[in-house]
């Protein structure tokens, strides 16, 4: 699989979901042909979060990343 083909897949499922969702979930909700190890995860979001305003909650372990709830869908801005 390939590596933007995953940060499409992770940011389909942060914007569906809507809420904060640790590392481990969100590798849960990959189909099982793409999931990946849990730090090739963190990663991406990492990287998401350069181009995306992902949102990450550090205040308790394991963190929890999120799409901003009044930011519009990136896919279709609404």
């Known amino acids: ?22 590392v481990q979930e969100i590798r849960l909700r990959l189909p099982k042909n793409d999931r990946v190890h849990v730090r ?18 550090r205040s308790e372990k394991p963190y929890r990343w999120s799409f901003p709830d009044k930011s519009p869908c990136p896919c279709c801005w609404k």
Not at 42 to 48: E, H, P, T, Y
């Open 1 to 22: 699989m390939s590596d933007t083909r995953r940060l499409f897949l992770i940011l389909s499922i942060l914007v569906r979901y809507r809420r904060p969702m640790t």
């Open 40 to 57: 090739s995860v963190q990663r991406d979001l990492v990287v998401l979060k350069r181009w995306m305003k992902l949102v990450v909650d």
